[in-house]
């Protein structure tokens, strides 16, 4: 199972949020710049992770990020597979559709790894995955003003 280029950045992003400060809101540019990421690409994680309620955002002077007790709470298996949806790892159908279709076992047993991939990712929530030693990383990862 390969993860989409948005399910990294946006589970990347909540580990970041994870570890800042109560007072601390970075804005995108900010986590988009120390997870070395296109702002614009994280500008569209963020959008999607406001959604979900995983994150609030605030405009204007004074806002930024901050990562929400579901967010921090929430399961890493449950946010994986809202992220990348219910897609099956192959198609039978389409344009060209399979000549085995009717009599494959392949789909049926990539679904069932795909589920255990999940499984596996369930018990595991965005606080599991910033304790030590990848919390103080993401910290170190954080621009400092000026003098600290």
């Known amino acids: 199972m390969r993860l989409t280029r948005f399910t990294d950045l946006a589970l990347r992003a909540v580990m970041r949020l994870a570890v800042t400060d109560q007072d601390e809101t970075p804005t995108t540019r900010e986590v988009a710049d120390s997870m070395a990421v296109p702002y614009a690409h994280m500008a569209k994680v963020v959008t999607r992770l406001q959604h979900l309620g995983v994150i609030e955002a605030r405009r204007g002077r004074g806002g930024g990020l901050a990562l929400t007790e579901l967010g921090r709470q929430s399961s890493v298996g449950w946010l994986t597979r809202t992220l990348e949806g219910d897609d099956e790892v192959v198609t039978c159908e389409g344009d060209t559709p399979c000549p085995l279709r009717t009599a494959c076992r392949l789909r049926g047993v990539l679904r069932q790894a795909q589920e255990a991939f999940y499984r596996t990712l369930d018990p595991l929530t965005v606080a599991d995955l910033v304790?030590?030693?990848?919390?103080?990383?993401?910290?170190?990862?954080?621009?400092?003003?000026?003098?600290?």
Do not use: A
């Open 131 to 148: 304790e030590s030693p990848t919390g103080p990383v993401l910290l170190s990862l954080s621009p400092r003003p000026p003098g600290d």
